[in-house]
């Protein structure tokens, strides 16, 4: 009781952006920074998003064509490769599914994303994408590394393919890992069953995901990202002009 008081107190010391994930508390496997002002990665994240997605999850406080604008996607292409269900450019981006229907077949609703990347943060959605693994004593026969027990199915497995658990890996974790990226905590996975894409390929295609997400948790934060640049770029402009004055009024009195 106590230690779950002072995690809790530590974490809103650190200003509530320390996500609490996997109910352990550990370290997370992958590290992920957004890339707020890249819109061809957030164009690719929003097209995996919506053709993979989308069936189950909602972003219901985003609405598409604030998205095609934000992301530079002409609407022509938005409403013909983006839009799978009958809604209206101007309408939130909601899920087709019915939420009673979705958990008489998963258990659980699947949650509106949202605010997911602000939740729990983009290295949580990174490293749960990247962290299914084949299990067959669960439902949907996988699991997840960062949440035991989840009964999404792996619907990315197209691109990844399969993978199990390396039991014997994991024993000896102090070696270091043929990666050889220093103290990396990567969990050690071996191949089932290949996917379309190869290691480096899905890494990209789950970060474009998970940057979409970041955008859609907080889509004014990359104007404000401009707007900054431009408000010091005048403020250095004014101070240059400020200066040249006072030296020219100085000039005189001297
Ligand atoms: C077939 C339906 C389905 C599809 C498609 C699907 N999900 Fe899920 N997702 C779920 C369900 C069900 C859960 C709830 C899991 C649980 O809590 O056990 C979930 C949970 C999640 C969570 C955890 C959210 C939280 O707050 O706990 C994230 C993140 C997520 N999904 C991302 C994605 C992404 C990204 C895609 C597309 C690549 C995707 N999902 C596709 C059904 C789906």
Redesign the pocket.
Known sequence: MKRTLSRTLACLALGLSAPLYAAGGGALPYHYDPELRNDASLQRGAK??MN??A???GLELLRYNRMAEDLRIPEDLLTDNLIFTSAKPGEHMKTAMQSSD?EQW?G????D?TL?AR??GPSW?YS??LTFYVDDSRPMGVNNLV?P?????H??APLQGYQALDEHHAEDDHGESAGGHGASHEPAFIEVEPGSMNTREYRAAVGD?TNF?SYAAEPGKRDRQALGFKVIGYLIVLFILTWLLKREYWKDVH
């Open positions: 995996l998003f993979y997605c069936g189950c999850h979705a998963f659980v609703a699947p949650p994303l997911t939740s729990k959605i749960y994408l949440l027990g989840a009964s999404m199915p619907v990315l995901i997400l």
